[in-house]
């Protein structure tokens, strides 16, 4: 991750100073860049990986979702399988694993990961070296005891840049880390909740430059709402209905309920100073502020369009809210990165910006991560050969080539046709990077809390603190069983 980010930095100032020389360009520094930059020049980027000099002929399996955001495909390729440049680089990885190792990189898909490791596990087949899977499908295997501890695998060395620092901080429980992600998958990049603006909306109702306002730290809550309901930008279908073809200020669906509590600073849990997570229960008004906002802003249908209200026209109803902002009918657009790729070839320009703070004395923009991304594992019989010594050294060297070979493909796919027309959209996206949230009460949504929560802004429900007492209970006893069962309760 930090190597995307760093290549984002680098092509922003490269196209800042060919902005100036066409004739100026803004001296603006983003607030958040400094601290980041600093840590970036702390780190060899060019660093190779001390590989042992081995080779491991035969395959490496990998046990995948093969239904969910092409888990499989993003592991493996096979040569000439399309023309899209991403899974080209997919395919050359696993050319360079070949070589290297002597290693046949295979996938094996499944329709539920959990029950398939359990199953291998029980077996004692040894099926599997590793497993990827979407974040509560492997969180349920670490419950069931069928995952390694990665910290205690020496051929892995998590702390470098081509694993995700957030995600190692955040999922850790107890000093052990089961499950983690990187440039090893793509898809925690694609699944970060990320907000769009179309241009031609914003400058027909000359609203403020908006980029200035994210970095002066104004880009809050009570700014975006304001915008929503003061620019005139929505109005009814030709109709006179608030239908699907109506014109919108915000163009979303229903886990934009997560995405402002995430970006209040929120989290379900926390963690104590062992790292042992608990329910969060000390900001009570807090959370109940915000979900008092989110009704405002989600349940006002002459402001905003929800997809999920809306699967009686279309079972893909995210399709319908992303038609609206390409067909200039909707100012905001929320949803995951990976939505950014099909926007590519709009008319309309279009900008990235993190989601709004909670008010201007929170520090950091904050983001987080939809728990479809998938994660990465080693399975539990792994650790009888040799502390998973294989597993380790191939997991580490994908990681590696996927920041060498995969990551700048990603990159060029994602931004491609928005940076040479939109710099500032770099610079949002490495403040949203910085910031991401991986929330374990969200991945394993103990007792119905997180879930709870959102199903409340879906529903219009005003009333946390119910939820909370009716839930609580559950979720702290299920917590403390799957502590129990992970080895650390």
């Given at each position: 991750?930090?190597k995307?980010?760093?290549?984002?930095?680098?092509?922003?100032?490269?196209?800042?100073?060919?902005?100036?020389?066409?004739?100026?360009g803004?001296?603006?520094?983003?607030?958040?860049?400094?601290?980041?930059?600093?840590?970036?020049?702390?780190e060899d980027?060019?660093?190779?990986?001390?590989?042992?000099?081995?080779?491991f002929?035969?395959?490496?399996?990998?046990?995948c979702?093969?239904?969910?955001?092409?888990?499989?495909?993003?592991l493996?390729?096979?040569?000439?399988?399309?023309?899209?440049?991403?899974?080209?680089?997919?395919?050359?990885?696993?050319?360079?694993?070949k070589?290297?190792?002597g290693?046949?990189?295979?996938?094996?898909?499944?329709?539920?990961?959990?029950?398939?490791?359990?199953?291998?596990?029980k077996?004692?087949?040894?099926?599997?070296?590793?497993?990827?899977?979407?974040?509560?499908?492997?969180a349920?295997?670490?419950?069931?005891g069928?995952?390694?501890?990665l910290?205690?695998?020496?051929?892995?060395?998590?702390?470098k840049?081509y694993?995700?620092?957030?995600a190692?901080e955040?999922?850790?429980?107890?000093?052990?880390?089961?499950?983690?992600?990187?440039?090893?998958?793509?898809?925690?990049?694609?699944?970060?909740?990320?907000?769009m603006?179309?241009?031609?909306?914003?400058?027909?109702?000359?609203?403020?430059?908006?980029?200035?306002v994210?970095?002066?730290?104004?880009?809050?809550?009570?700014?975006?709402?304001?915008l929503?309901?003061?620019?005139g930008?929505?109005?009814p279908?030709?109709?006179?209905?608030w239908?699907?073809l109506?014109?919108?200020?915000?163009?979303?669906?229903?886990?934009?309920?997560?995405?402002?509590?995430y970006?209040?600073g929120?989290?379900?849990?926390?963690?104590?100073?062992?790292?042992?997570?608990?329910?969060?229960?000390?900001n009570?008004?807090?959370?109940q502020?915000?979900?008092?906002?989110?009704?405002?802003?989600?349940?006002?249908?002459?402001?905003?369009?929800?997809?999920?209200?809306w699967v009686?026209?279309?079972?893909?109803?995210?399709?319908?809210?992303?038609?609206?902002?390409?067909?200039?009918?909707?100012?905001?657009?929320?949803?995951?990165l990976?939505?950014?790729?099909?926007?590519?070839?709009?008319?309309?320009?279009?900008?990235?910006?993190?989601l709004?703070?909670?008010?201007?004395?929170?520090?950091?923009?904050?983001?987080f991560?939809?728990?479809?991304?998938?994660?990465?594992?080693?399975?539990?019989?792994?650790?009888?050969?040799?502390n998973?010594?294989?597993?380790?050294?191939?997991?580490?060297?994908?990681?590696?080539?996927?920041?060498?070979?995969?990551?700048?493909?990603?990159?060029?796919?994602?931004?491609k046709?928005?940076?040479?027309r939109?710099?500032?959209s770099?610079?949002m996206?490495?403040?949203?990077f910085q910031n991401?949230?991986y929330?374990?009460?969200?991945?394993?949504?103990?007792?119905?809390?997180?879930?709870?929560?959102?199903?409340?802004?879906?529903?219009?429900?005003?009333?946390?603190?119910?939820?909370?007492?009716?839930?609580?209970?559950s979720?702290?006893?299920?917590?403390?069983?799957?502590?129990?069962?992970?080895?650390?309760?």
């Open positions: 991750m930090r995307l980010i760093v290549l984002l930095l680098s092509l922003a100032t490269v196209l800042s100073c060919l902005a100036a020389c066409a004739g100026g803004d001296d603006t520094e983003a607030i958040t860049t400094e601290e980041s930059t600093e840590a970036v020049v702390t980027l060019n660093y190779v990986p001390d590989l042992p000099d081995e080779t002929p035969g395959e490496f399996n990998i046990l979702e093969g239904s969910f955001w092409a888990t499989d495909g993003a493996y390729q096979e040569e000439g399988s399309d023309a899209d440049n991403v899974n080209d680089a997919v395919y050359r990885r696993c050319l360079a694993m070589d290297r190792f290693t046949e990189i295979v996938v094996t898909p499944s329709a539920d990961t959990t029950v398939s490791l359990k199953n291998s596990v077996s004692g087949d040894k099926a599997y070296d590793a497993v990827c899977a979407r974040m509560p499908k492997i349920a295997s670490a419950e069931n069928d995952l390694v501890d910290k205690e695998v020496e051929t892995l060395d998590l702390s840049h694993w995700d620092q957030s190692n955040k999922l850790s429980i107890g000093g052990k880390l089961f499950y983690t992600v990187g440039d090893i998958i793509a898809t925690e990049d694609q699944a970060t909740w990320t907000m603006f179309n241009k031609r909306i914003a400058e027909a109702h000359d609203l403020e430059d908006l980029y200035t994210v970095k002066e730290g104004r880009w809050t809550f009570d700014y975006f709402y304001n929503l309901k003061d620019t930008v929505a109005h279908n030709d109709n006179g209905e239908d699907h109506a014109t919108y200020a915000f163009a979303t669906h229903m886990d934009m309920g997560y995405g402002f509590f970006a209040a929120l989290s379900f849990v926390q963690k104590d100073n062992d790292d042992i997570p608990f329910i969060d229960a000390t009570q008004e807090k959370v502020n915000v979900l008092t906002y989110s009704l405002k802003v989600m349940r006002d249908t002459s402001l905003t369009i929800d997809a999920h209200k009686h026209i279309r079972a893909a109803a995210h399709e319908l809210i992303a038609e609206a902002f390409m067909e200039d009918r909707a100012l905001f657009f929320c949803e995951v990976a939505t950014i790729i099909g926007f590519r070839s709009m008319d309309t320009d279009f900008g990235i910006l993190p709004p703070k909670y008010d201007e004395s929170q520090k950091d923009y904050v983001t991560v939809n728990p479809a991304a998938s994660l990465v594992g080693i399975p539990i019989y792994q650790k009888t050969a040799d998973c010594r294989k597993s380790g050294i191939i997991l580490e060297a994908m990681a590696y080539y996927g920041h060498q070979i995969i990551v700048p493909e990603f990159i060029e796919k994602a931004i046709g928005i940076a040479t939109d710099v500032e770099i610079e996206l490495d403040i949203i991401r949230m929330d374990l009460g969200l991945i394993n949504d103990w007792g119905g809390l997180a879930s709870g929560y959102n199903n409340l802004v879906f529903n219009n429900k005003n009333d946390y603190a119910s939820m909370f007492k009716k839930s609580s209970k979720a702290e006893k299920k917590l403390k069983s799957f502590l129990k069962k992970v080895g650390v309760g």
